[in-house]
């Protein structure tokens, strides 16, 4: 009975972390992020190709999806640590491979980030500033969101110790280097590098 119910919730997450919030905020608007600038469903693509106040829209209900059941599941429910690893991956996992899109969807960033904020929210402040530095820099937040991927799993080991937080922070930039390399279009090494790092081939 046990193992149904926790089934029950994986399920509940994938699902929930399917609902492609940006595509219904643009179908709003009467267009289709799928067709406009990366076509890619997400928070960056409907900033730069529909308007800030719509991506921010986009980026808080992306990340509230997975961060409120996240944080009640976490916070108020005695559930052991291996099935708060695998509820919050499969809200990314549901968001990158959307249910209600044919089984394609975003990258996760935001997202990853709603998970990161309510459980590990130290660790994230840490590296923040120089994310955003680095975005600035460059002019866009590929690289930038790389690093914070890469950077996670050292920051939670050094700050909290806590194997969860270690495993879970790992386990997102692995399935983020899985969804970036599957938008690879032609498999070299090169390409595939270039892909990961800077989400270009």
Wanted: glycine content about 6%; charged content about 10%; proline content about 3%.
């Amino acid at each position: 009975m046990v193992i149904l119910f926790y089934l029950l919730l994986l399920v509940f997450a994938y699902v929930v972390g399917s609902i492609p919030f940006a595509v219904i905020i643009t179908k709003l608007k009467g267009t289709d992020i799928r067709n406009i600038g990366s076509k890619n469903p997400g928070a960056a693509n409907v900033t730069g190709h529909v308007g800030k106040i719509y991506g921010v829209l986009v980026f808080f209900l992306d990340a509230s999806k997975a961060a409120i059941p996240v944080f009640i599941t976490y916070k108020y429910y005695n559930f052991p640590d291996w099935f708060i690893v695998l509820f919050s991956i499969m809200f990314i996992i549901g968001h990158d491979w959307s249910l209600f899109l044919e089984f394609n969807g975003g990258k996760g960033v935001s997202t990853s980030l709603g998970i990161a904020i309510v459980l590990f929210p130290i660790g994230y402040l840490i590296v923040f500033p120089f994310i955003v530095l680095i975005s600035i820099i460059r002019k866009e937040t590929n690289f930038a969101s790389f690093l914070w991927f890469l950077l996670s799993p050292f920051v939670t080991y050094f700050y909290y110790g806590n194997c969860m937080f270690i495993v879970l922070s790992s386990l997102i930039f692995v399935v983020y280097i899985i969804r970036r390399v599957t938008y690879v279009e032609k498999y070299t090494l090169k390409n595939v590098i270039s892909r990961i790092i800077f989400d270009h081939d």
